[in-house]
Structure formats: structure tokens, C-alpha cells
């Protein structure tokens, strides 16, 4: 009987094609769905690298690079694979400009912003991240931090009014009653006051006309002076004096931009809020209104937990 080696034999040989043949289909596979992820901003700032850099490192099967605006050609000459992230309001701007183009993840632009630029309009393949925090999300802060609390106060003008009808459809499960004062004017602090008279706590609008660093002053020592919390409007408010507000950081939104760029671009959303996010918190101002040491982590978590919940 007639022994063959090993390495000549015919079953051997055939599983060892087959192994090649699996493995170059691997590779093809895993290369094929490596994506080309561009990130636009007006100019190319340190600060840009380094977010670029840090996505970068999240994704190393892709190629991830920025470019400024004015190396850019119009947005409907970019490849449709493309990956389009805008890291600013003038890069939205300049995507705008062309109906045609790739996908489009905006990041970070709050909803008065959009408002501003889009109107009532939301052009195709573009999907909005919102920087604003929650209005639900707010709500429910104020739920965990001041459970006590029925009547929720919300100054607006005419740049936000269109944000009250989510806020009040937001407000009806939890129990709590939303009453709004319209201030368009913000040296006259009578709509601040009248407001206040009406309100167990203050909830700020991501409104830069309303809060801004002329007006800080005067909301915060107003409200306080009554024993009023002010909630919100941002992170940068709360260093201000506000009691406490949700956030997202850079961490977060790296982590979602990572989750989104995992999904095919016909699954993006047109609209996002961050389901990444903190809380912060002002331990002076809780002492002030004799309220407990806020333990950031847990409150986040309970919000988060609670999101999660139908």
C-alpha cells in the first residue's frame, strides 16, 4: 500500500486552499467596510486636531482626517460614500449651499441655531446632534434634585418660543405645570420678577439672548433671593451659578459619533439628542438652598435608567 506524505495529500491540500480562500475574503471584507470619515470646520485649529486625532484613534479600519472649509470643494462634488462630520456653524453654512452631497452628521448645534438656518425646513441625509440639553431630560433633573417641585418657570422670547409646546407636552407625565413669562427685553426685570413670584424653580432655555454674561447677574441674585433654583440652561451656567444642568463632553460625543458611524447612513436619525451625557452640579448653590451634597454620577444614572424605561 502506497503511503503518500503529508504534505502531499490530496485532502490536505484542498482544506488548505479552502483556509486561504476564507481568510482572503476576511481581509477583502474587513477593508471593503472600512469608511472614509471626513470632518469640516472654518479653519484648522489645534482644537480640531485633536477631536479629529481622538475619532481617529476610535477607528482605526477607517481613514479620519479634517479639512478646512476653504479646501473643500462644494459639498455635491465629495464622493456619496464619504462621511461628512461639521464641526461648526460655517461648515453647516457651506453645506447648505448644495442640496447634493454626502451624509451628514451635524455636531453640536443647538436647536435655536437650526431654527435659525433651517426654519421649519430639514434637508435630506442630514442628521442634526443637538448640543442643548434635553427638555425631558432637564425636567427629570429637577424631578430627582427638587421632588417637592409643581410649578416650573420658563423665561423665552422670540427666538424660543417654538421650544414651549415641546417643553409643556414633556412636563404633563412627570406632574409638574409649566409657566412661561415672555422677556424680550432684558434690562426690565419686571417679566423676571412676576415670573419668579408664579414658580418653585427657574428653568433655563439654551437662549444666549436670555442668558448670556450681562444677564447672569441679575437671573441668578433674582432667583436666589426668593430661594429659587435656577436649572440649566448649559454646563457653562451651572460654574455661573445655576444649581445643576445635564451636559454631554467630548468623551460622549466621541463615544456617539462612534456609535453612529458604525450604522449604515440610511439608519442616521434626523434629529439626535446625546444618550451620553453627565450632570453637573454647583455645590455652593446646594448648600445655599439647604439642599443635600448631589452625588453627579448617581443623578445621571437614575436619568439614564430612567430614559431606558418605557
Same mark, same amino acid.
Given at each position: ?5 503529508? =504534505?502531499?495529500? #490530496?485532502?490536505?491540500? %484542498? ?23 471626513? /470632518? ?24 479620519? $482626517?479634517?479639512?478646512? /472649509?476653504?479646501?473643500? +470643494? ?19 453654512? =457651506? ?6 452631497? #454626502? ?19 430639514? #434637508? ?5 446632534? =443637538?448640543? *442643548? +440639553?434635553?427638555?425631558? %431630560? ?18 423665552? *422670547? ?7 409646546? *415641546? ?15 415672555? &422677556? ?6 419686571? +417679566? /423676571? ?9 427657574? /428653568? ?7 442668558? @448670556?454674561?450681562? !444677564?447672569?447677574? @441679575? ?47 440610511? !439608519? &442616521? ?5 446625546? @444618550? ?31 430614559? $431606558?424605561? #418605557?
Amino acid at each position: 500500500m502506497r503511503c503518500y506524505p503529508v =504534505w502531499k495529500s #490530496p485532502v490536505l491540500g %484542498r482544506l488548505l486552499a479552502m483556509l486561504c480562500l476564507l481568510s482572503a475574503g476576511l481581509l477583502s471584507s474587513l477593508t471593503g467596510h472600512a469608511a472614509d470619515i471626513l /470632518l469640516a470646520g472654518a479653519e484648522d485649529s489645534p482644537g480640531m486636531q485633536a477631536f479629529t486625532q481622538a475619532l481617529s484613534e476610535r477607528r482605526p479600519n477607517d481613514t479620519v $482626517r479634517f479639512q478646512a /472649509l476653504a479646501k473643500l +470643494p462644494a459639498p455635491g462634488n465629495l464622493p456619496d460614500n464619504t462621511r461628512l462630520i461639521l464641526l461648526d456653524l460655517a461648515s453647516l453654512d =457651506w453645506r447648505l449651499q448644495d442640496s447634493a452631497g #454626502p451624509a451628514t452628521l451635524v455636531l453640536r448645534i443647538s436647536r435655536l441655531q437650526a431654527r435659525q438656518r433651517l426654519n421649519d425646513t430639514h #434637508p435630506p441625509r442630514l442628521c442634526l446632534l =443637538w448640543s *442643548d +440639553p434635553s427638555l425631558e %431630560r432637564q425636567l427629570r433633573l429637577i424631578k430627582v434634585l427638587l421632588p417637592q417641585v409643581k410649578r416650573v418657570g420658563v423665561l423665552y *422670547d422670540n427666538h424660543s418660543e417654538f421650544l414651549l409646546n *415641546d417643553l409643556r407636552r414633556a412636563a404633563g407625565p412627570l406632574g409638574l405645570e409649566v409657566v412661561t413669562q415672555r &422677556w424680550e427685553n432684558t434690562h426690565d426685570s419686571r +417679566p /423676571l420678577q412676576a415670573l419668579l413670584k408664579n414658580s418653585d424653580v427657574l /428653568l433655563g432655555l439654551d437662549d444666549p439672548n436670555l442668558y @448670556n454674561p450681562q !444677564t447672569v447677574k @441679575n437671573l441668578l441674585l433674582s432667583s436666589y433671593a426668593r430661594q429659587i433654583a435656577l436649572i440649566g440652561p448649559n454646563a457653562g451656567f451651572v460654574k455661573a451659578g445655576s444649581l445643576a444642568s445635564t451636559y454631554s463632553d467630548q468623551h460622549d460625543w466621541l463615544t456617539i459619533l462612534d456609535e453612529l458611524l458604525d450604522q449604515p447612513t440610511s !439608519t &442616521w436619525p434626523r434629529t439626535h439628542y446625546p @444618550n451620553r451625557f453627565k450632570v453637573a452640579s454647583n455645590p455652593q448653590v446646594a448648600r445655599s438652598l439647604g439642599i443635600e451634597e448631589i452625588d453627579e454620577a448617581l443623578v445621571a444614572t437614575l436619568l439614564a435608567e430612567g430614559e $431606558r424605561r #418605557p
